[in-house]
């Protein structure tokens, strides 16, 4: 059995029966911490998801869910930073994403070569496109997401990077081991568009701030 003593998955979420799939997909005994809560900025009726949902979340093994509401999407995103204090290894993933293919041995052991930075997770999105995504993070504490979704600080090294850059900076081709797929087939159209409505303000909302900066 591969051991994921120093391994933990940060799942961002908010009401999306899609979750059950990317659980599903996991191994039992890897640490997960699911951070729920809508987005600030967002027009979701409810602070938090349907108490259904939160339930079967509950019953999955060495799965902790987090209540998060009514925060700025990199505030929200930094609540499973906070619980990933003594692991090594951190992957992040939401909840419209699940593992298509995985030979965790060999992730694990890809994993291990570092020691420091961000690392790309090879991605298909929906059907055809894809790409590396910056998604395994070496001591995922030391990390936030600073100011925007997509900026990285390193609180000890002061480093700073962007998605774009991670993975990039430190290693050019994707982990071995492990493809994620990612889609909304899950999600009903009332759903999609509240989503969308919410990453416009998002990105305006950035904008500004990288304006500023």
Not at 111 to 138: E, K, N
Not at 149 to 172: C, M, P, Q, V, Y
Not at 182 to 192: G, I, V
């Amino acid at each position: 059995m591969v051991e994921f003593n120093d391994f933990c998955v940060g799942i961002c979420f908010y009401n999306d029966s899609s979750i059950f799939r990317l659980l599903d997909s996991l191994p039992q005994y890897v640490q997960k911490i699911v951070i729920d809560g809508r987005f600030k900025l967002s027009t979701f009726p409810n602070k938090l998801s349907d108490e259904a949902i939160r339930a079967r979340i509950k019953s999955y093994p060495r799965t902790i869910l987090v209540d998060a509401p009514d925060m700025l999407e990199h505030d929200k995103r930094n609540q499973y930073l906070n619980f990933m204090l003594g692991f090594k290894y951190g992957l992040m993933l939401d909840s419209d994403e699940y593992v298509l293919q995985a030979d965790w041995e060999e992730f694990v052991k890809d994993c291990r070569r570092f020691d420091h930075g961000i690392y790309g997770v090879h991605f298909d999105i929906d059907s055809g496109s894809g790409g590396i995504f910056p998604r395994l993070w070496v001591n995922p504490s030391d990390w936030r997401y600073h100011t925007r979704h997509n900026l990285f600080l390193n609180n000890k090294t002061k480093e700073i990077t962007t998605s774009g850059e991670a993975g990039i900076r430190w290693h050019d081709e994707a982990l071995k081991g492990l493809h994620i797929g990612m889609n909304d087939n899950q999600r009903t159209q009332e759903y999609l568009q509240t989503t969308f409505e919410y990453q416009k303000k998002l990105i305006e909302y950035e904008r500004k701030v990288k304006e500023l900066r």
